[in-house]
């Protein structure tokens, strides 16, 4: 399980470092893992949605608390939020928003998340489903 995290993990580093210039076209260059686009700082949001062990609700939520305050506390970090459903209090959201790519590689690379996945490995139900957005432009109303 802790492998497969650690793959989901890795996965997820590696898409939100390409996603914004796959729906841009632009031209963009190639530097490591890392896809840079010319002229293009998007705000990041990531959504991901995790379903825990009914015995293990406590402790997720107690690990996740340090995971909150510390991303919160990050500059690029806009706001880093944990929900959990008020119908099935197994399942929770985290939804996070960053100021721009670098912001989340930032994050990404933090001892903090890296030890994350396998201190809550043994809690989660299932793996989890995890959504990382590109914002264009924000409007607020």
Not at 49 to 68: D, R, S, Y
Request: proline share 4%; with cysteine; hydrophobic share 40%.
């Amino acid at each position: 399980m802790k492998a497969k995290l650690l793959v989901l993990l890795f996965s997820l580093a590696l898409i939100s470092s390409s996603y914004g210039s796959k729906k841009t076209g632009e031209n963009s260059r190639r530097s490591g893992n890392l896809i840079q686009v010319p002229g293009t700082d998007y705000g990041m949001m990531i959504v991901a949605k995790l379903t825990v062990k009914p015995e293990k609700v406590k402790a997720f939520t107690e690990a996740a608390k340090e995971m909150i305050e510390k991303s919160n506390k990050e500059t690029g970090c806009k706001s880093y939020q944990l929900y959990q459903d008020p119908y099935d209090n197994t399942k929770f959201v985290f939804v996070e928003e960053y100021k721009n790519q670098a912001a989340v590689d930032a994050h990404f690379a933090s001892d903090y998340f890296k030890a994350f996945g396998p201190k809550i490995s043994d809690m989660v139900a299932e793996p989890s489903k995890i959504k990382i957005i590109s914002v264009a432009k924000e409007v607020n109303q």
